[in-house]
Nanobody, 116 residues
Framework: QVQLVESGGGLVQPGGSLRLSCAASGFTFSSYAMSWYRQAPGKERELVAAITSAGGSTNYADSVKGRFTISRDNAKNTVYLQMNSLKPEETAVYYC?????????WGQGTQVTVSS
């Protein structure tokens, strides 16, 4: 039973911060690259941040570079996304993704709403 469960979403004011978590089970977490995607209303799903299996390398969308940080704790089978200086246009459902070669899994998503 492969499972990715996102948490930490909610309502935050513009300029505020939020920390998302994704708890994984049912597969060898440490073998998989992990990433966060988001999908805003009326827009396509986009890659936000990615991290290699051992956590040695990260990549970010240009729009979030310098504000968001992806990290992982392989002992806890958990990946995180620290989001700072949030903007209203970043309101979206945020999804956790696990990938190893041709295999990939998705979580159900967590809603992030940035509004005053």
């Amino acid at each position: 039973q492969v499972q990715l469960v996102e948490s930490g979403g909610g309502l935050v004011q513009p300029g505020g911060s939020l920390r998302l978590s994704c708890a994984a089970s049912g597969f060898t977490f440490s073998s998989y690259a992990m990433s966060w995607y988001r999908q805003a209303p009326g827009k396509e799903r986009e890659l936000v941040a990615a991290i290699t299996s051992a956590g040695g390398s990260t990549n970010y969308a240009d729009s979030v570079k310098g504000r968001f940080t992806i990290s992982r704790d392989n002992a806890k089978n958990t990946v995180y996304l620290q989001m700072n200086s949030l903007k209203p246009e970043e309101t979206a459902v945020y999804y956790c993704n696990a990938e190893w070669e041709v295999l990939d899994y998705w979580g159900q998503g967590t809603q992030v709403t940035v509004s005053s």
